[in-house]
């Protein structure tokens, strides 16, 4: 098991930046894959990047170019940096872990872009 505490969230306006961190309660070397999803009002959640134990980063064709998934093993905590913030990028993020067949998530952070 392990417990995700997202942080970083806030209200930016389009075209700025935000750093979203996800605190792992566990090392995440040995985390099959972490990821950052996403749920806007009225929309299924979706996945916006995921990086793999490897390392291996994977992201959606909506964010490609703007946003970068990273890890520090050390400090168990993956990041999220979102660059050229657009206002269709508003909505909850919520981290993910998945550890054989189980999936865990934080409680989510808000991200809101001004137009």
């Known amino acids: 098991q392990v417990q995700l505490v997202e942080s970083g969230g806030g209200l930016v306006q389009a075209g700025g930046s935000l750093r979203l961190s996800c605190a792992a309660s566990r090392r995440i070397f040995s985390i099959d894959a972490m990821g950052w999803y996403r749920q806007a009002p009225g929309k299924q959640r979706e996945l916006v990047s995921s990086?793999?134990?490897?390392?291996?980063?994977n992201y959606a064709d909506s964010v490609k170019g703007r946003f970068t998934i990273s890890r520090d093993n050390a400090k168990n905590t993956v990041y999220l940096q979102m660059n050229s913030l657009k206002p269709e990028d508003t909505a909850v993020y919520y981290c993910n872990a998945k550890i054989t067949f189980d999936d865990y998530w934080g409680r989510g952070t808000q991200v809101t872009v001004s137009s």
């Open positions: 990086i793999t134990s490897s390392g291996s980063t």
